[in-house]
C-alpha cells in the first residue's frame, strides 16, 4: 500500500512531458501543470501552425497563452525533493501506443523491460523479477520487448514451433513435423538460424562494402560539382575580362579611327578653303580690273585714253580651276566601307567562334553515361590487343610470343641502346597508348621468392634512374598491382594498399580513360574485383609489368 502511495505520490507531481518531478511548474488556461522549459519546447515546436495545444486535454489555444507560475506547486515539489522523492524512473513508464506493454500489469499498463520465449509473454521490471530471481525462470529465453511473440505458436497444435521446414520454408511444431512436413526436410528452427545468421552477415558485408563504395562515390561526385562550379566560373570571369578587352579595343579603335577621319577632315577643309579665299580674291581683283577698263573704254576724249592707257596694271596669273582638279568625294566613303568589312569579318569570327564554344560545351560531360561492364562477356567488348615495345624493354627480359610474353632472365639481352629502354628497372610498356574504354588480361605465372607488378602509367615516368621511387606504383605517374604468388597489394605513389581477393594465374586489367577508371580483376571462373581507382588522367597511358626473380612471367593473352 506505501508503494502504491508512493507510486501516486509520483504520478500527481510529475511533468506528463518530460515525466520527471515537476521543475519551475506553470498551469495552461484549461489547469494542466507542466514545467515551464517542457510546455514552451513543445509550443515552440508547432508554432508553425499558428495553434497551441494542451498535450494532455488537447485543448487548443489561440493566441499563445501568457504562462503563469503554479507557485503551489512549486512549493510542494521542493519540499518532495528535499524529502527525497523523486520522479518515477524510466523502467516505471507507462507504455504508450508504440510500446510492448506488460502482459501481468492491470489497469494502467507499464511498458515491458524484457520478453520470454518460453513463458511467450512481456514483463515490465516489477513482474520480471521472478525470472530473474528463481532458478528454473532463470532458463527461459530473455529478449527485447516483442508484440509477436505468439506467431511463435502453432495454430494448428498451439505448441512452440521449434523445427524449421526447409522444403516448405516455414517455422513447425514437432506435432508438424511428425505429421504433414512428415517426409519432409527438416532441422532445428536454431540450426537454420545459425546457417542464416551467417547468410546475414554476409549480406551485411556486401551492403557495407556497397555503402562504403557509394559514399566514396558520393564524395567523389561532391568534388566534381566543387570543380565544375569552379571551373565554369573561371570559364565566365575569364570570358568576360576577355570580351571586355575586346570591347575596349573595339571603342579605343573606334575612337582613333574617329581621330583621324576628323583630322584628314580638318586638313583637307583647310586646303579647299585656302584655295576658295585665293579665288575669292581674284574674282575681287579682276573685277575691280574691269571696273577700270570699263571707264577706260567709255573715255570719249581719244586723248585722254591714250594718256590712261599706259598706266593699266598687267593681269595676275589665273588661279583657273583647270589649274587643279577636283576628285570625287568618295575619301571617307572608303572609311566607312573599311569598318563595314572590319565589321563583317568580326562578325564571321564571332560566329565560328560560337560555333566552335557550342561544341566545346556540348563536349563538357562530367557523369559516365554508359554502366560499367559487369560480366567478363562485358568487359571482353572492349578487349584491347597489347603488343610491347623492345625498344622500352631492360636487358634481363626475354620478349617472345610476338613480344606479348616477356619472361626475367639471368643474363642480359642482346638489346641495343635506345632512350626508351629501362636501364635498372626490369620493366616493359605496351608499343600503343591506351585511350577510351579497354581491358586487357595478364597470364601471370610468379617464382618462389619473386613478384610480378601488372601497371598501367604514363609513358614520361624516367627510364634510366636506379632510384626505386622509378618503379611502378612508386610514384604519382604509375599504378600497379603487386602479383606475389599467393597474395596481392596494391601500389601507387609509395602507398602500399593490401588487396583481398582470389588469387588466379590471370589478371583482368580495365581503363576508362575519359571517366578516369582504372580497375583490376582477378579472372577465373568469375570475375572478383581486387582494386579500383577513380582518377583524372591526362595523357595517354600505357600497360606495362615488371618482372622480378627469373623464371617469372607475364603474358598478355589474346583475347579476340
Not at 515552440?44 to 495545444?53: F, H, V
Not at 525462470?137 to 509477436?148: A, G, T
Not at 606479348?404 to 610498356?429: A, C, E, G, I
Request: with cysteine.
Amino acid at each position: 500500500m506505501a508503494q502504491q502511495e508512493n507510486q501516486l505520490d509520483r504520478e500527481r507531481f510529475c511533468c506528463s512531458i518530460c515525466l520527471d518531478l515537476l521543475n519551475d511548474p506553470v498551469t495552461t488556461v484549461c489547469g494542466h501543470s507542466y514545467c515551464k522549459s517542457c510546455i514552451n519546447t513543445h509550443w515552440d515546436n508547432g508554432e508553425e501552425r499558428g495553434s497551441y495545444s494542451c498535450p494532455q486535454c488537447r485543448q487548443t489555444f489561440t493566441p499563445r497563452p501568457v504562462l503563469g507560475k503554479n507557485t503551489m506547486l512549486a512549493d510542494l515539489a521542493e519540499e518532495l525533493k528535499k524529502t527525497g522523492l523523486q520522479a518515477a524512473p524510466a523502467d516505471y513508464c507507462y507504455a504508450g501506443p508504440e510500446d510492448v506493454a506488460c502482459d501481468v500489469c492491470t489497469g494502467r499498463k507499464l511498458k515491458a523491460l524484457k520478453s520470454c520465449l518460453v513463458c511467450f509473454a512481456s514483463y515490465c521490471e516489477k513482474h520480471l523479477q521472478p525470472h530473474l530471481q528463481s532458478a528454473p525462470l532463470k532458463k527461459h529465453k530473455l529478449v527485447e520487448p516483442s508484440e509477436k511473440l505468439q506467431e511463435n505458436i502453432c495454430s494448428r497444435h498451439d505448441e512452440v514451433m521449434k523445427i524449421f521446414c526447409r522444403t516448405d520454408q516455414q517455422c513447425i511444431c514437432y506435432l508438424c513435423s511428425m505429421d504433414e512436413h512428415k517426409d519432409h526436410n527438416t532441422v532445428s528452427a536454431a540450426a537454420e538460424r545459425t546457417e542464416r545468421q551467417r547468410e546475414v552477415g554476409l549480406r551485411r558485408q556486401t551492403i557495407q562494402q556497397r555503402v562504403q563504395d557509394t559514399e566514396k562515390d558520393v564524395k567523389l561526385l561532391q568534388q566534381e560539382e566543387e570543380a565544375v562550379n569552379g571551373s565554369a566560373d573561371k570559364a565566365v570571369e575569364d570570358s568576360e575580362k576577355i570580351f571586355t578587352e575586346l570591347i575596349r579595343l573595339l571603342k579605343k579603335r573606334s575612337s582613333d579611327v574617329k581621330q583621324q577621319i576628323r583630322s584628314q577632315q580638318e586638313t583637307e577643309v583647310s586646303r579647299v578653303r585656302e584655295l576658295r579665299e585665293r579665288l575669292e580674291q581674284e574674282i575681287t581683283e579682276l573685277k575691280r580690273k574691269d571696273h577700270e577698263l570699263k571707264q577706260l573704254a567709255d573715255t570719249e576724249d581719244h586723248s585722254q585714253f591714250l594718256h590712261n592707257y599706259p598706266s593699266l596694271s598687267p593681269l595676275s596669273e589665273s588661279t583657273h580651276s583647270s589649274s587643279f582638279r577636283i576628285l570625287p568625294l568618295r575619301n571617307f566613303e572608303d572609311v566607312t566601307a573599311a569598318v563595314s568589312q572590319v565589321r563583317g569579318r568580326l562578325q564571321d569570327i564571332l560566329s565560328e567562334t560560337e560555333t566552335e564554344i557550342l561544341q566545346i560545351l556540348s563536349q563538357v560531360d562530367v557523369l559516365l553515361l554508359q554502366p560499367e561492364p559487369e560480366t567478363r562477356a562485358d568487359f571482353l567488348k572492349h578487349s584491347q590487343e597489347i603488343i610491347l615495345d623492345p625498344n622500352t624493354a631492360n636487358k634481363y627480359l626475354l620478349l617472345s610470343e610476338g613480344n606479348r610474353k616477356v619472361t626475367r632472365m639471368s643474363k642480359q639481352q642482346s638489346y641495343s641502346d635506345h632512350p626508351d629502354r629501362f636501364t635498372y628497372q626490369p620493366q616493359v610498356l605496351s608499343r600503343e597508348s591506351l585511350t577510351g574504354r579497354c581491358y586487357w588480361e595478364v597470364e601471370v605465372e610468379v617464382e618462389v621468392g619473386g613478384v610480378v607488378h601488372v601497371a598501367v602509367t604514363y609513358k614520361n615516368i624516367s627510364r634510366a634512374e636506379l632510384l626505386q621511387e622509378f618503379l611502378f606504383g612508386c610514384n604519382d605517374k604509375s599504378w600497379s598491382l603487386v602479383c606475389h604468388g599467393d597474395s596481392y597489394h596494391f601500389h601507387y605513389n609509395r602507398i602500399d594498399t593490401p588487396v583481398s581477393g582470389p588469387v588466379s594465374s590471370r589478371v583482368g586489367v580495365y581503363l576508362d580513360h575519359s571517366a578516369g577508371v582504372l580497375s583490376f580483376y582477378s579472372v577465373s571462373d568469375t570475375m572478383t574485383l581486387l582494386h579500383r581507382v577513380q582518377s583524372t588522367f591526362t595523357p595517354p597511358l600505357y600497360a606495362g609489368v615488371r618482372v622480378y626473380c627469373s623464371g617469372s612471367t607475364a603474358e598478355f593473352s589474346k583475347l579476340k
